[in-house]
């Protein structure tokens, strides 16, 4: 998509939102957030209604289903264990719609990502996207390292917004065996000019997969 031209209200952006950098370590905090970023990213549908959305059958057993239009990578080794140096890539478009179901899912109808007058008027000059709607690309990322992925922190700083439509990619790159089935991994997403909107660091455990009978 094209990019909005700069402008000083982008400058006074970059400086406040290099102020402004958040730190979370609320484990409930986050997880009550990233399952609102997962319901608004993938909602609920019936049967009936999953080839209209452009649900496909997912090829890895982590993940109930899968969209063709959103992009994965998993970088490893070939021996199919997660190990240090295992890098994960997703890629996806967060829509309108996803912003409308996240504000609801989440209870945050801040104005700013949800009124187009009102957030003319902000330093921001147009809607952006919900940072934690953003964020939730990192788990739809580590939900696909092979194992159940089950987060134990994250640390994040924004950066940065992102606007509506605009096509978002976590990073996440195991940088540490802590032990004990305990991963510490960095966690980035970039836009789609490849500037880092958000910055962090998750800490996971990961268990094998329930057998299947």
Known sequence: MQKRPTSPTDDVTDTWLQSQ???????????SSMMAANRAMFPTLDDDDEAAD??????????????????????????????????????????????????????DTNRLHLDDDFAGETRFGRRIAHGTLVSGTISAALARLPGLTIYLSQDLQFLGPVDIGETVTAICEIVEDLGDGRYRLTTVVEDEDGETVIDGEAIVLIDDLPTED
């Not at 950098?21 to 997880?31: A, D, G, M, Q, T």
């Not at 090829?59 to 289903?65: L, N, Q, R, W």
């Not at 240090?84 to 899912?105: C, H, M, N, P, Y």
């Open 54 to 107: 452009g649900r496909q059958p997912s090829d890895s057993p982590e993940i109930t289903y899968s969209k063709e239009e959103w992009t994965f990578e998993h970088v490893d080794d070939g021996d199919s264990a997660v190990s240090v140096g295992d890098r994960i890539r997703f890629s996806k478009r967060l829509t309108d719609t996803e912003i409308q179901s996240f504000a609801d899912a989440s209870g």
């Open 21 to 31: 950098r958040h730190l979370s370590n609320s484990v409930e905090h986050l997880y």
